[in-house]
């Protein structure tokens, strides 16, 4: 389940070549290696949205076999590396251009792709002049963790809902797979300063949901959030917890151990790379994962408890969610 350091960096030399090179499109936009490559390198590279491309449920990082990751996962780590979660115009880019195309801009620093700002732009390739999507993966796996991305056997086919803010890829920890759990789950979520009371009736809807089959999905925080967890762990069930930030540092640092237990018995999740911080506005495009990934038909999430309203105008820092009391 992880991709050794030598693995990490032939993976990130194939990346770099790759990127250099102008694949050929047809007039589907699906990429194709050239086999020779151009005056600038040769080309590895396959459409951003093909299928098939990266790893499984039961190889790290998108490795085959424990291999090398692909041009395709080295590129999405690579963008998960320099632009931030649920970018719409980055995502609109990734289908338009393909994953290496992309990255391969942001690195040379040439023209603006459409839809950005020149300062925006600026900023985006002063920090792909510093990503190492090489040294990521090698950071993940000591941390056990594995990059899933779209279209592989493990991506839960929900998330592609998002549309161009669908997550480039996710960072795991855990031994389950995430599609298969992602199938039957539900979220609860809720206030970190809740009442005792609404921390007790967290705990006590995610043991009984979790004594039913469900996996609880939560987001690891304080109040809500930590009880339903606790009350999912304690049941002897499943529980997932969907981070605003790296995989490999808990937050909170209160909830260290609490989130060490949930990757030891079940799934840490997260889009942002290794030893990325959170951020106010992490955590509320972190909750549409959560609330995409969760759910079949009407059942997807309950807020037991909700927090203050964000300028969004939306409680629960913008979770659209359904009750599930009735379950």
Not at 249 to 275: D, F, K, M, N, S
Request: charged content about 20%.
């Amino acid at each position: 389940m992880a991709l050794g350091d030598e693995a990490a960096g032939d993976g990130a030399n194939g990346f770099r070549a790759g990127a250099a090179a102008r694949d050929a499109r047809d007039a589907r936009g699906v990429h194709a290696a050239d086999g020779a490559g151009d005056a600038r390198g040769a080309g590895d590279a396959r459409g951003a949205d093909e299928p098939g491309v990266g790893g499984s449920c039961s190889g790290a990082s998108g490795a085959h076999g424990g291999g090398p990751a692909d041009g395709e996962t080295l590129g999405r780590v690579f963008l998960a590396r320099v632009t931030e979660p649920g970018d719409e115009t980055v995502g609109r880019w990734v289908r338009e251009h393909g994953v290496l195309d992309v990255a391969r801009r942001l690195r040379e620093g040439g023209r603006a792709l459409p839809g950005i700002s020149a300062k925006r732009w600026a900023g985006l390739c002063a920090r792909a002049s510093t990503a190492d999507p090489g040294r990521d993966l090698a950071v993940a796996r000591s941390a056990g963790a594995r990059f899933v991305t779209p279209g592989t056997v493990e991506w839960p086919g929900q998330l592609d809902d998002l549309g161009d803010a669908r997550p480039l890829g996710l960072w795991v920890r855990g031994a389950p797979s995430l599609r298969m759990w992602a199938l039957r789950s539900v979220a609860v979520v809720g206030a970190r300063a809740c009442t005792e009371y609404g921390a007790h009736m967290a705990a006590t809807l995610a043991a009984g949901l979790a004594e039913r089959g469900w996996v609880v999905v939560s987001g690891g925080a304080y109040g809500v959030d930590g009880a339903a967890h606790r009350g999912a762990l304690g049941a002897g069930g499943a529980t997932a917890a969907v981070l605003a930030c790296g995989v490999d540092r808990p937050y909170p640092p209160g909830h260290t151990a609490l989130i060490t237990r949930i990757a030891e018995q079940g799934l840490v999740v997260g889009e942002l790379p290794p030893g990325d911080h959170p951020t106010p506005s992490r955590f509320i495009l972190r909750n549409r994962v959560i609330a995409a990934s969760v759910g079949l038909g009407s059942v997807s999430c309950t807020v037991v408890e909700p927090g203050a309203t964000r300028s969004s105008g939306t409680a629960s820092e913008g979770v659209s969610c359904t009750s599930v009391m009735s379950l």
